[in-house]
């Protein structure tokens, strides 16, 4: 079964500044996704970024990229100059290619504060 | 409707008590997805639709939890006898169903349940 592990519980950082959330997995399979969805108090998970692993390149948008190392099975998520809004949980998330049931399997979270 | 939308927004309930939760898709999206988040971890895979039918539903935690799609659209969650162990965040979420990224998922804001 796949897992996903969010070893940073909490995570700070002040506005407009840099931060990197970490997320590591574990699958056998060779190819997969991988998101981060940003949860903010309303609950509702929003889409930040995702990147399908036989893509070499880092997926960007905008503020957002990621730094995906597939050998390591490492996929951390950079926060570029930190605005207040960007305050919320964030969960990283896989799901495998060619899975029938297509579900995410979710990390525990790490939850970024932004200090003004 | 613009995204996915779930009512109620908040179920208080007693032990013991049947509730039903709903889901609204995406216009147009053919596969529906429930997960449950517990207070502070991150969301739990439940049951999968494609159109009407439930494609797996590995992640229901018992035969008290049952789930439908009559007519490939809405969605109702239903859970019998409910225990203050179901208290949770239960989400919804919907995707195109084509293969591929294409088939990113997208939340509605959750139903808050709260077994007393």
């Known amino acids: 079964a796949q897992t996903v592990t969010q070893s940073q519980p909490e995570m700070s950082v002040q506005e407009a500044e840099t931060v990197t959330l970490s997320c590591t997995y574990d699958t056998s399979e060779s190819d997969y996704y991988l998101f981060w969805y940003k949860q903010p108090p309303s609950r509702q998970m929003i889409l930040v970024i995702r990147?399908?692993?036989?893509?070499?390149q880092n997926a960007t948008e905008n503020r957002f990229s990621v730094n995906f190392q597939k050998a390591a099975k490492s996929f951390s998520l950079k926060i570029s100059d930190s605005q207040l809004g960007d305050a919320a949980m964030y969960f990283c998330?896989?799901?495998?290619?060619?899975?029938?049931?297509?579900?995410?399997?979710f990390g525990g979270g790490t939850r970024l504060m932004v200090k003004p | 409707g613009a995204g996915v939308s779930q009512t109620p927004s908040n179920k208080v309930t007693e032990k013991g008590k049947y509730v039903e939760l709903r889901c609204d898709p995406i216009s147009g999206h053919t596969a529906l997805y429930w997960y449950r988040q517990s207070l502070g971890q991150g969301p739990e895979f439940l049951i999968y639709?494609?159109?009407?039918?439930?494609?797996?539903d590995s992640g229901l935690p018992n035969d008290r939890f049952f789930a439908v799609r009559p007519e490939g659209s809405v969605s109702t969650l239903k859970i019998q006898r409910t225990e203050r162990g179901d208290s949770a965040v239960y989400l919804c979420?919907?995707?195109?169903?084509?293969?591929?990224?294409?088939?990113?998922?997208?939340f509605g804001p959750g139903t808050r349940l709260t077994v007393l």
């Open positions: 990147q399908e692993a036989y893509k070499q």
């Open positions: 639709f494609q159109g009407t039918g439930a494609a797996d």
């Open positions: 998330a896989y799901r495998a290619l060619n899975n029938a049931g297509n579900m995410l399997t």
């Open positions: 979420a919907s995707s195109s169903g084509l293969a591929g990224l294409s088939d990113t998922q997208y």
